[in-house]
């Protein structure tokens, strides 16, 4: 059984930063694709960032490039989200996402199979 928590979301300050962990359980974290997804109040949940399962890979939304960085430390069972120059347009709940063994990175939500219990961030302006 996977179990995905969150950790990091907090108040922040427009241009601030944020450093967002998901510890995962189970034994198939590391050959997992990993992402996170974000939902604001009143909008539909949507991709934000995803890794391959060795790291080697990474896609993210237009709308973070530049400023959010996803990593993982498959030996400590961990993805992470860092998050620089955060705008008010990034407050959201932050959730990880486990996805298919050795997934390519562009696979849609559909396609995760597991989820967080996510994670409030607020960047104030």
């Known amino acids: 059984q996977v179990q995905l928590v969150e950790s990091g979301g907090g108040l922040v300050q427009a241009g601030g930063s944020l450093r967002l962990s998901c510890a995962a359980s189970?034994?198939?974290?590391?050959?997992?694709?990993m992402g996170w997804f974000r939902q604001a109040p009143g909008k539909e949940r949507e991709f934000v960032a995803a890794i391959s399962w060795s790291g080697e890979y990474t896609n993210y939304a237009d709308s973070v490039k530049g400023r959010f960085t996803i990593s993982r430390d498959n030996a400590k069972n961990a993805v992470y989200l860092q998050m620089n120059s955060l705008k008010p347009d990034d407050t959201a709940v932050y959730y990880c996402?486990?996805?298919?063994?050795?997934?390519?990175?562009?696979?849609?939500?559909?396609?995760?199979?597991?989820w967080g219990q996510g994670t409030q961030v607020t960047v104030s302006s």
């Open positions: 996402a486990q996805g298919p063994r050795y997934a390519a990175v562009a696979i849609p939500p559909s396609r995760y199979d597991y």
């Open positions: 189970g034994r198939t974290f590391s050959s997992a694709t």
